[in-house]
Structures are given as structure tokens and as C-alpha cells.
T-cell receptor, first 114, second 114 residues
Framework: EADIYQTPRYLVIGTGKKITLECSQT?????MYWYQQDPGMELHLIHY???????EKGDLSSESTVSRIRTEHFPLTLESARPSHTSQYLC?????????????FGNGTRLTVT | DQQVKQNSPSLSVQEGRISILNCDYT??????FLWYKKYPAEGPTFLIS?????DKNEDGRFTVFLNKSAKHLSLHIVPSQPGDSAVYFC?????????????FGKGTHLIIQP
């Protein structure tokens, strides 16, 4: 069953538009993450949060921003979409350190910027 | 520079036989390792993990082996079933690291042939 939800599943949008990718989880997890994945490539961590009002950038530089106002909600925003932002975006959460609590992933948002 | 490498983009195995998926890593700080399974249009789901204090972990048909000196791990699936056809990601983490995220490989597409 899906305890972590991402919307939209697919999005095609023109260059320059502002977009927000939604991610919500019902498990009460403190830690949440955004990964970016291109086809046939590894997942790259772009943002993470340890709890409300905590956000950090990940290993891969990204022009997106995130916010964590509520525990269950971790949206990602692109102020001005560009074709280079075309990718799949995966949201994940975990109860504690991923050392002893595996990541739970949403089904992803596949973004295409034309 | 890739820190987690899955050198086989795809692997084809006959139903009922053993599937062996391989993963190499370069970062000596990694001390826990996970395998995720991903079906098309879905997010990755956790399969099995192992910490660096062990060299084997088993869960039903799935066994992960870790060779720390060779910086190599492998996932064995016995017997392979049609539902095992998916992309398998190897991931590694450093429990003392700051980001608390995982480093993923590019994945191996496993195809189980009837």
C-alpha cells in the first residue's frame, strides 16, 4: 500500500513556468528526502529534511527549493522550469537514520519541460 | 566519480534458476548496504540490507553477501520467479555521515525468462 504520495505522476510544462511537486506521507516519519533520477542512471539526493523547519541540500546541485512546514508534507518547487530539469523526481521518507530504517519511496513524478 | 557501481545494465535468467546481481563500491566509509527493487512507473521498494559487521544476510529467496576486502556485494535470488523481473538498485550509506542519504548505483534490469 502507498503510504507516501506524490502528485502529479506526470507533468509536461513549458520553459519558464513555476511548478511545485507535492509529496505527503502518512507514516509520521521525521526524515524526508528528494531524489532525482534520469533513465538508466543512479538516484541522486537533491534535498533532505530531518523534521519541521529543517531543510538541507543534497549531493547533487539543484535549482529547486523545498520547504517543511508540516511533518507530513515536503513539497519541491522550481521557480522557472528549464529543459535541463526534465527528469524523474522521487520523494522518500524514513522513521530514523536510514542505517536502521529503510527509505520508503513514492511512485515519483516524471517531469518534462519543453 | 561513481562510488557505487553496478556494471551489468541487464541480466537475463531462466525461471527457477539462480539470479546473481553484483555491486562494487569505492568509499571505505560505507558501512551499510541495501538492495531496492523497482517496477516501471513505481518507486523503489526496499528488499534486503546488510551492515558491514556481517558478511551474509538472508530473507526467504533473497540473500545478500558482502566482501569488505573486495568492496563487493552481491544479491542472490533463488529460485528466480517471473515477478522478480524488475530493476534492482544497490545502495550504500555511511552511518557516520552527515546527509544520512544513500548513494545508489545505476541499477541492473533483471529479466526472468519462462
Amino acid at each position: 500500500e502507498a503510504d507516501i504520495y506524490q502528485t502529479p505522476r506526470y507533468l509536461v510544462i513549458g520553459t519558464g513556468k513555476k511548478i511545485t511537486l507535492e509529496c505527503s506521507q502518512t507514516m509520521g516519519h521525521d526524515k524526508m528526502y528528494w531524489y532525482q533520477q534520469d533513465p538508466g542512471m543512479e538516484l541522486h539526493l537533491i534535498h533532505y529534511s530531518y523534521g519541521v523547519n529543517s531543510t538541507e541540500k543534497g549531493d547533487l546541485s539543484s535549482e529547486s527549493t523545498v520547504s517543511r512546514i508540516r511533518t507530513e508534507h515536503f513539497p519541491l518547487t522550481l521557480e522557472s522550469a528549464r529543459p535541463s530539469h526534465t527528469s524523474q523526481y522521487l520523494c522518500a521518507s524514513s522513521a530514523r537514520s536510514s542505517y536502521n530504517s529503510p527509505l520508503h519511496f513514492g511512485n515519483g513524478t516524471r517531469l518534462t519541460v519543453t | 566519480d561513481q562510488q557505487v557501481k553496478q556494471n551489468s545494465p541487464s541480466l537475463s535468467v531462466q525461471e527457477g534458476r539462480i539470479s546473481i546481481l553484483n555491486c562494487d563500491y569505492t568509499n571505505s566509509m560505507f558501512d551499510y548496504f541495501l538492495w531496492y527493487k523497482k517496477y516501471p512507473a513505481e518507486g523503489p521498494t526496499f528488499l534486503i540490507s546488510i551492515s558491514s559487521i556481517k558478511d551474509k544476510n538472508e530473507d526467504g529467496r533473497f540473500t545478500v553477501f558482502l566482501n569488505k576486502s573486495a568492496k563487493h556485494l552481491s544479491l542472490h535470488i533463488v529460485p528466480s520467479q517471473p515477478g522478480d523481473s524488475a530493476v534492482y538498485f544497490c545502495a550504500a550509506g555511511d552511518s557516520g555521515g552527515g546527509a544520512d542519504g544513500l548513494t545508489f548505483g545505476k541499477g541492473t534490469h533483471l529479466i526472468i525468462q519462462p
